[in-house]
């Protein structure tokens, strides 16, 4: 019977690959790899579509923008979507054994990652063609053909120089296993700076206010004179980012850097030099923010199917169940009102969980239950990480981890998939949080921006050491 990967070898030649660095980068050299690539990644996000003449108000990536690192109108329309799905929907495939994969045979390994690359960059296409010929830029009578082949041409290539500057970073060329991550963190970072420090003005209604919290702090001390008044509306203003918001984005940042020191120390006794002992730290965010990234990925692909069919067939019952779509006259987007895809949208505030309780806990609930899931089903699917793989790994350096008579592997399953579901589920938990308490952009890419700067730090502190 002829493997799956083994049907995917020819395609192999129609991808454009990275090759491998010709030895061991410095620090220095991944850092400025590592920087180039994410210049290059904040320039395409700004580099509007060649051929649109308008642009639809209706998003129907609006929610997951920050999250999905993607800019309306640009290159980087689609962000990492695509991506994320096809990684995604391969090692589901590889976990629930529909591609046989040995992780310890190089070629295998370069095969799922073609494989999982190819499948990227068929996806970037792919949805770039149903996001363009669903309306998302207007009619197709009105766009042309031309116009709009060739704007799927260009979220095309776009979306294939993002596959190979993630995988650039992952063959050891930048400071992280791989650019997704690193795409996520800049766009919340740039997200929340510009929300803070933003010099635009915006009319209120009540006169022209900086857009930036800090910025419209002073000048609002400065203009009005009534001082108290002033705070007061710097602090809970809604038309406009507040210093509440930026206040919680703090507390969840310092909260969630406390949580990372929570772990679990095994020890480790050698089994090469006598009498030396080691502890094996297994972190309360064992998968970091792996599920965290899934589950967002689930969600909006999710929501982005029940949009693209409500909008051509919102009469059909099934559809309707999927997701009923309204516009919001505020901020002429296209959201949820019923079905599934309602209770998969998050709250905004804790006014909307008392207004509608049933919508917060099922949001809540299964955010939490799905990056569980996803954290519990990541170390057994991702290599290196489940406690068979680890045990071995142990052991061929040397190490062993005894209690009583229980086997190295027995210990490893007791700890790291209940550390790992916790940790999946508290990180979920944390989203939720940041999301009703107003935090600077979306409760998920909050999360996965911290988490992700504080891997670059501990990554820092190693390479210092060892330098």
Not at 201 to 226: I, M, P, Q, S
Not at 416 to 442: C, E, K, N, Q, Y
Request: proline share 4%; aromatic share 10%.
């Amino acid at each position: 019977m002829v493997r799956f990967l083994e049907l995917m070898r020819p395609l192999g030649l129609l991808t454009v690959k990275v090759s491998d660095p010709p030895k061991r980068q410095t620090y220095r050299q991944r850092l400025q790899y590592t920087l180039i690539v994410l210049m290059v990644f904040l320039i395409l996000g700004q580099v509007p579509l060649f051929g649109l003449e308008k642009q639809v108000k209706s998003d129907p990536f609006y929610w997951m923008r920050t999250v999905m690192a993607s800019n309306k109108g640009t290159l980087m329309e689609l962000g990492i979507s695509p991506i994320i799905t096809s990684g995604m929907v391969i090692q589901l495939m590889q976990g629930a054994k529909i591609i046989h994969v040995n992780m310890n045979v190089a070629e295998d390994r370069a095969l799922l990652k073609m494989t999982t690359k190819f499948f990227g960059i068929l996806l970037t296409f792919s949805q770039a063609f149903v996001y363009v010929y669903s309306g998302a830029y207007g009619n197709i009578s009105d766009l042309g053909v031309l116009k709009a082949s060739l704007v799927v041409l260009q979220l095309g290539m776009a979306g294939i120089i993002l596959v190979l500057m993630d995988e650039m970073l992952g063959k050891g060329y930048g400071l992280s296993q791989g650019g997704i991550s690193l795409f996520i963190a800049v766009n919340v970072a740039e997200n929340i700076i510009w929300k803070c420090f933003s010099p635009i003005t915006v009319n209120t209604g009540r006169g022209a206010e900086f857009e930036g919290a800090v910025v419209a702090l002073f000048h609002l001390l400065f203009t009005r004179a009534n001082k108290f008044q002033a705070l007061r509306e710097a602090f809970t203003r809604t038309s406009a980012p507040n210093l509440l918001q930026v206040m919680a984005t703090v507390l969840v940042f310092v909260f969630v850097v406390f949580l990372q020191g929570f772990k679990i120390d095994l020890r480790m006794q050698s089994t090469v030099r006598r009498g030396a002992i080691r502890n094996y730290p297994i972190k309360l965010f064992y998968t970091s923010s792996i599920p965290v990234i899934l589950q967002a990925a689930l969600i909006q692909n999710l929501t982005f199917i029940s949009e693209l069919l409500y909008r051509r067939y919102s009469s059909n019952v099934f559809v309707r169940l999927l997701g009923r779509w309204a516009v919001d006259e505020r901020t002429a987007q296209m959201h949820p009102v019923g079905g599934f895809a309602y209770y998969l949208s998050p709250p905004h505030s804790l006014s909307d969980v008392v207004h509608d309780p049933i919508h917060g806990l099922f949001y809540f609930a299964f955010v939490i239950l799905a990056c569980a899931l996803f954290a519990r089903t990541w170390i057994e699917i991702s290599p290196g990480s489940s406690p068979r793989e680890i045990a071995k790994n142990l052991h061929d350096n040397g190490w062993v981890i005894r209690d009583g008579n229980q086997s190295m592997v027995s210990i490893l399953n007791r700890t790291i998939p209940v550390a790992s579901a916790m940790g999946g589920a508290v990180i979920g938990a944390l989203t939720v949080i940041a999301d009703l308490a107003g935090a600077l952009g979306s409760g998920t890419g909050l999360l996965l921006a911290i988490s992700i700067f504080i891997g670059l730090f501990e990554e820092h502190e190693k390479e210092t050491k060892n330098d």
